[in-house]
């Protein structure tokens, strides 16, 4: 079966640093995305990678790891507003996107 | 124009009702998606429509009716719900299905919050 696993929850403080794991097991890969969603509202797109290696974009950075099935989005100098749920999500052999249950993300004062 | 719309935002229905969701994109893109977003779960994928035609329907119920009148449009037509099927609906949007890479990541519209009374 497919599977994508990440943390259900972390807490992190205001201007620290934190590191999103994501595990996954599809029937073929083309490619891992994150989305960040905010309560009530859409996913909006962060990331995107299908070959191994690290891509920064601002604060935001997300390594790819495809022998091992490990992906992982990390953020810098956070603020209040990256309080939200992040999304790991695999594009399968039959390019359909596969979900996680998402990491919901607490940033305390 | 970076932007899918959906209307209405919120909508509140009986069993016996019939209405509509309503989804539009003016990126050109050619794949269409409509999800299914429970609370605290992640977006279930209902439907996808390739070049205006169906091309995925993930075994969805009759009583949920895609319609695709044309490539910057996507309805859902719902009837007879049930109470089960409140939920938060997406339409999503990218530059075509059966592609990799870069450019084509899903673009989420505000979603419509339905509630089945």
């Known amino acids: 079966g497919q599977n994508i696993d990440q943390p259900t929850e972390m807490t992190a403080t205001e201007g620290a640093i934190v590191q999103i794991n994501c595990t996954y097991q599809?029937?073929?890969?083309?490619?891992l995305f994150w989305y960040q969603q905010h309560a009530g509202e859409a996913p909006t797109f962060l990331s995107y990678?299908?070959l191994d290696g690290l891509e920064e974009k601002g604060r935001f950075s997300s390594f790819l790891s495809r022998s091992k099935g490990y992906s992982y989005l990390l953020l810098k100098e956070l603020q209040m507003k990256d309080s939200a749920s992040y999304l790991c999500?695999?594009?399968?052999?039959?390019?359909?996107?596969?979900w996680g249950a998402g990491t919901k993300l607490i940033i305390k004062p | 124009d970076t932007e899918v719309t959906q209307t209405p935002k919120h909508l509140v229905m009986g069993m016996t009702n019939k209405k509509s969701l309503k989804c539009e994109q003016h990126?050109?893109?050619?794949?269409m998606y409509w999800y299914k977003q429970k609370a605290k779960k992640p977006p279930e994928l209902m439907f996808v429509?390739?070049?205006?035609?169906?091309?995925i329907n993930e075994s969805v119920p009759s009583r949920f009716s895609p319609e695709c009148p044309n490539s910057s449009l996507l309805n859902l037509h719902l009837h007879a719900l049930q109470p089960e099927d409140s939920a938060l609906y997406l339409c999503?949007?990218?530059?075509?299905?059966?592609?990799?890479?870069?450019?084509?990541?899903?673009?989420f519209g505000p979603g419509t919050r339905l509630t089945v009374l």
């Open positions: 999503a949007s990218s530059q075509d299905v059966l592609r990799t890479g870069t450019n084509n990541e899903q673009f």
């Open positions: 990126m050109g893109h050619r794949a």
């Open positions: 429509y390739s070049y205006e035609k169906l091309s």
């Open positions: 599809t029937s073929g890969f083309n490619g």
């Open positions: 990678n299908v």
């Open positions: 999500a695999v594009m399968d052999s039959n390019y359909q996107l596969i």
